[in-house]
Nanobody, 116 residues
Framework: QVHFVESGGGLVQPGGSLRLSCVAS????????MRWFRQAPGKEREFVAV???????NYADSVRDRFSISRENARHTLFLQMNNLKPEDTAVYYC??????????WGQGIQVTVSS
């Protein structure tokens, strides 16, 4: 069983920045990939960004060039740096880790609200 603690969300004005953190209860090298998803009110959960064990990354087109996914293995922590935030980025953000048995482990979610 894996547990996550997410932090860094909150209310920010358009154009502002936030950095989300997701601390895992075990080493990140036990996962083949880690992702961020988000879910806005009334919408389906959608992919935001992924980082693979080898360090490769990929992003949804809607956040490319604004968001950056990274990890710090020593702190068991996944990050999502979000810059130039827009109202349409408002959502609950979730971290997801996939282990080498293809089992998914979800975080509890954290609210991000972009509003003036």
């Amino acid at each position: 069983q894996v547990h996550f603690v997410e932090s860094g969300g909150g209310l920010v004005q358009p154009g502002g920045s936030l950095r989300l953190s997701c601390v895992a209860s075990r080493a990140l090298d036990t996962f083949s990939s880690m992702r961020w998803f988000r879910q806005a009110p009334g919408k389906e959960r959608e992919f935001v960004a992924v980082i693979f064990a080898e360090g490769n990354t990929n992003y949804a087109d809607s956040v490319r060039d604004r968001f950056s996914i990274s990890r710090e293995n020593a702190r068991h922590t996944l990050f999502l740096q979000m810059n130039n935030l827009k109202p349409e980025d408002t959502a609950v953000y979730y971290c997801l880790a996939t282990d080498y048995s293809d089992v998914d482990h979800w975080g509890q979610g954290i609210q991000v609200t972009v509003s003036s």
